[in-house]
Nanobody
Framework: QLQASGGGLVQTGGSLRLSCAASGRTRSMYAMGWYRQAPGKDREFVAAIKWSDGSTDYADSVKGRFTISRDSAKNTVYLQMNSLKPEDTAHYYC???????????????????WGQGTQVTVSS
């Protein structure tokens, strides 16, 4: 089970920090990721982190502005979002990927479990 939180309304240039806590089956977790979906658009990859060593991967659109991190003791992944733009407005979902395999993992089908998401709205 994944529980996301931290979304909200922020002005352009502002910051938000999303959190996603994993519970239940976490021992076999390989990676956690963040995706987003804006109205009328497909879900897109934002960032991912490999649980074992903290390796990270980012979509080009957020690189340098967003930072993904994890707290292994809390089974929680974070997404620090800085310099937010109106085009970052979307519903953000966290996801967990289980089982060893290739890295990075950007395809949504590589993620087994999904949270309910949290809304991020950036006003201009």
């Amino acid at each position: 089970q994944l529980q996301a939180s931290g979304g909200g309304l922020v002005q352009t240039g502002g910051s938000l920090r999303l959190s996603c806590a994993a519970s239940g089956r976490t021992r076999s977790m390989y990676a956690m990721g963040w995706y987003r979906q804006a109205p009328g658009k497909d879900r897109e990859f934002v960032a991912a982190i490999k649980w074992s060593d903290g390796s990270t991967d980012y979509a080009d659109s957020v690189k340098g502005r967003f930072t993904i991190s994890r707290d292994s003791a809390k089974n929680t992944v974070y997404l620090q979002m800085n310099s937010l733009k109106p085009e970052d407005t979307a519903h953000y979902y966290c996801a967990a990927s289980h089982g060893i395999g290739r890295w990075p993992r950007r395809n949504s089908y590589e993620y087994n479990f999904w949270g309910q998401g949290t809304q991020v709205t950036v006003s201009s």
